[in-house]
Structure formats: structure tokens, C-alpha cells
């Protein structure tokens, strides 16, 4: 019985902090939307029937992307997947501001969570939400306040760098850590075997992220910025159409 309250206790706990992730992603997004707002002079609503009817099509498409995810076996162990759902949030956060991209983002996990479970206790699924919007949140800020296509370039620069070093450290701090003690591992070496089998140069939790999460991360981003920086253009009077 008391292996079992064990057991529930850290689940509770986690799925709070997975809550706390979300509602920070959140905060965040409305206090850029509203300084870059203010900055402009502007006033108008966080959400407008535009931005809800099209951050649920983009939500559809984030999720599609995100279910067809694939190993890259040559750079990392098979249990980190790589997908490309993080496109339709960047192109809705550069058309309707941070909070519809982190909206996307959280309408996709909850709707993979509905339709696919999870097959990670939730580890993943937080791992994506909260590194996707470490992409989103620098990328739209920076756009936010400069509208251009350099803002737009300069704003993509700094969410796939932003990511990066984020994902390496939430990894290593966090999310591999939680990731052991929820699945009862009796250590985090057997990660590290499953990375060094690929990078023989890793030797420790620091250098499993470096040579593994690092890469992955920076190469989506990368993908993801140059796919939004080569449609959003032609795609944004079609989106706005009617504002």
C-alpha cells in the first residue's frame, strides 16, 4: 500500500507541475502580447473569433504532425522523436501573437493525450509543450515588437537558440531525472549506455544532452524557422483576411 501512495504521490505531483509549466507558457505569451500592444499603441482583445477559428485548424495540423514524430537513430536513442508539429504554432503566433501560438501548442499535447495516451507518463508530452514554446515565445516576442521580415529572421534565430540551450538544460535539470524516478529505474546509466552506444564520447548525464538533446533540438528548430520564414509571408493576408 505504501509502494502505491508512493506511486500516486509522484504522479500528483508531477501532473501539477505539469500544470505549472502551462499556466507560466501562458503568462508569459499575454504579458509580450500586451507590452508589444502597448509599445504600438494599440488596443484589442487577447482572442478574437479569427484567432479561436484558426488556432483550432492549426491545432488539427499540429496534432497530425506531431503523431507522424520519427527516430533519428544516428543521433540520438529511439525514445527522443523529432516532429515538426511546431510549424502551424510559429505561423499562428507570427499571425495572432504568442498567446494563440502557446494555444496551438497546448491544444495539440491535449488532444494527442486524448486520442494517442501517453506512453511516457506525461514526461514527453511535457518535454514538447514547454521546449515548443521556448521556440515560440522568443520568436513571436521579437516579431511582436518589429513586424518585419528581419524581426521575423532575428525572432526565428533566437527561439532555435533559445530552444536549444533550453531543451539541453530542462533535459539534464529535469525532465530525464523525473523520467527515472517515475518509471523506477534504478539509474539514469542506463540513458547514458543507450547514448553512448551512438556518441562513444559520452561519459555522463552532461555529455549525453550535449551530444544527443542539443543536436536534435537545434536541428528542429532550424527546420522549423526556415519552413516559417519561406510560407508565413504568402500564407499571412489568407490568415488575417477579415481582421
Excluded at 209 to 223: A, D, E, S, Y
Aim: aromatic fraction near 10%.
Amino acid at each position: 500500500m505504501s509502494e502505491l501512495w508512493k506511486n500516486v504521490t509522484e504522479n500528483v505531483v508531477f501532473v501539477l507541475e505539469f500544470l505549472g509549466v502551462i499556466a507560466l507558457m501562458f503568462l508569459a505569451a499575454v504579458l509580450i502580447q500586451k507590452a508589444a500592444d502597448k509599445k504600438r499603441g494599440v488596443k484589442k482583445p487577447v482572442f478574437t473569433t479569427r484567432m479561436t477559428a484558426v488556432t483550432g485548424m492549426f491545432s488539427a495540423i499540429a496534432l497530425v504532425l506531431h503523431i507522424f514524430d520519427f527516430p533519428l537513430p544516428f543521433l540520438a536513442p529511439e525514445f527522443y522523436k523529432v516532429d515538426f508539429s511546431e510549424l502551424p504554432v510559429m505561423i499562428g503566433g507570427f499571425a495572432f501573437g504568442p498567446v494563440a501560438g502557446v494555444m496551438i501548442e497546448f491544444c495539440k499535447i491535449l488532444l494527442k493525450l486524448l486520442i494517442k495516451g501517453t506512453s511516457t507518463a506525461f514526461v514527453g508530452d511535457l518535454a514538447n509543450f514547454a521546449v515548443g514554446c521556448t521556440l515560440l515565445l522568443p520568436a513571436s516576442a521579437v516579431y511582436e515588437f518589429t513586424k518585419t521580415k528581419k524581426g521575423a529572421l532575428a525572432g526565428c534565430v533566437a527561439g532555435t537558440l533559445t530552444m536549444t540551450v533550453f531543451g539541453t538544460l530542462f533535459n539534464a535539470v529535469y525532465l530525464l531525472p523525473k523520467f527515472v524516478e517515475l518509471f523506477h529505474m534504478d539509474s539514469i546509466d542506463t540513458i547514458i549506455q543507450m547514448g553512448k552506444a551512438i556518441h562513444p564520447g559520452i561519459s555522463n548525464l552532461t555529455t549525453f544532452v550535449c551530444l544527443t538533446v542539443g543536436p536534435l533540438n537545434l536541428l528542429k528548430g532550424g527546420v522549423v524557422s526556415l519552413i516559417t520564414m519561406v510560407i508565413y509571408k504568402p500564407l499571412s493576408p489568407i490568415l488575417k483576411k477579415g481582421i
